[in-house]
Nanobody, 122 residues
Framework: VQLQAFGGGSVQAGGSLRLSCHSS????????MSWFRQAPGKEREFVGGISWIGFADYADFVMGRFTISRDNVGKTVALEMNKLKPEDSAVYYC?????????????????WGQGTQVTVSS
């Protein structure tokens, strides 16, 4: 499975960005898709994920600012980010795993996109 993430960029604090991730896999509709992020010098962390039936879960720091959605026909998953803060600056990765559980551990995911940079200035 190849995942390609795009949509990153630079934005001022309080702004919005929409990230997208396209999958080449045939089993996309049965996979859980998640977003992670990694800031310089920090470990990669879970941002949010969505199961194949549409159940979404988010990290506590999201606090209602981000929304994940998926299009099983188009094999894409999107991360809509609003009210961005400078601490949201990181490389964002999409990831895929089999099964319906949205898990927060990076080791649970078998396929990863290349990452897209998000920079939020104050």
């Amino acid at each position: 499975v190849q995942l390609q993430a795009f949509g990153g960029g630079s934005v001022q604090a309080g702004g919005s960005l929409r990230l997208s991730c396209h999958s080449s896999g045939d089993s996309f509709s049965l996979n859980t898709m998640s977003w992670f992020r990694q800031a310089p010098g920090k470990e990669r962390e879970f941002v949010g994920g969505i199961s194949w039936i549409g159940f979404a879960d988010y990290a506590d720091f999201v606090m209602g600012r981000f929304t994940i959605s998926r299009d099983n026909v188009g094999k894409t998953v999107a991360l809509e980010m609003n009210k961005l803060k400078p601490e949201d600056s990181a490389v964002y990765y999409c990831a895929s795993k089999k099964g319906s559980n949205v898990l927060q551990e990076t080791s649970s995911y078998s396929d990863w996109g290349q990452g897209t940079q998000v920079t939020v200035s104050s």
